[in-house]
């Protein structure tokens, strides 16, 4: 069964940093795309941005709102998914989903706030 | 970037009531469309991909059409458990945009 688990939120201040984790079961990570879709409270989705599959050279893609603050990796042997948060503000507050557009964890919360 | 619209951005019809919304691309993107659906409290499920192919397991009743830059989602009858948003989101290139959503409850 696949299964994608993420990790990681909590409460933040502005300016910090935050990694959350996507642990997949059920598939094999390295063979697909993953990507990191956000929810602010009452809004809809945002696209943040993926990692590429192995076979598509695993490289990442990023919205313009979080390019050069958030770097998506993977560690495959560990069968997580990382989406690492710098310089955080309040308008990144929201559910944080990690999704294989197929199949999505039940999402993380992060609020940014001091 | 390419801009995805939707309408209506809500409605409400009657249990058995034909329905449609629309997704709009600013820019052509092929067939390359998906439909979400989330309920509330739940993250989205995906309904559609290539703006016509149902995903498996999703009732027959909903359905997709279009390409380029104009799409439909369509439920033939409504049923009390379709009660939730529905988004689009264009995957040809990136950014992978979603629309604004559309907010369908039962009158």
């Known amino acids: 069964e696949v299964q994608l688990v993420e990790s990681g939120g909590g409460l933040v201040q502005p300016g910090r940093s935050l990694r959350l984790s996507c642990t997949v079961s059920g598939f094999t990570l390295s063979d697909y795309t993953l990507s990191w879709v956000r929810q602010a409270p009452g809004k809809g989705l945002e696209w943040v941005g993926f990692?590429?599959?192995?076979?598509?050279?695993?490289?990442?893609d990023y919205a313009a709102s979080v390019k050069g603050r958030f770097t998506i990796s993977r560690d495959d042997s560990k069968r997580i998914a990382y989406l690492q948060m710098t310089s955080l503000r309040a308008e990144d507050t929201a559910v944080y989903y990690c999704t294989r557009m197929t199949f999505w964890g039940h999402g993380t919360l992060v609020t940014v706030s001091s | 970037d390419i801009q995805m619209t939707q309408s209506p951005s809500s409605l409400s019809a009657s249990v058995g009531d034909r329905v449609t919304i629309t997704c709009r691309a600013s820019q052509g993107i092929y067939n390359y469309l998906a439909w979400y659906q989330q309920k509330s409290g739940k993250p989205p499920k995906l309904l559609i991909f290539?703006?016509?192919t149902l995903q498996s397991g999703v009732p027959s009743r909903f359905s997709g059409s279009g390409s380029g830059t104009d799409f439909t989602l369509t439920i033939t009858s409504l049923q009390p458990e379709d009660v939730a948003t529905y988004y689009c989101q264009k995957y040809n290139s990136v950014p992978f945009t979603f629309g604004p959503g559309t907010k369908m409850d039962i009158k």
């Open positions: 290539g703006a016509s």
């Open positions: 990692i590429r599959s192995k076979a598509n050279g695993g490289t990442t």
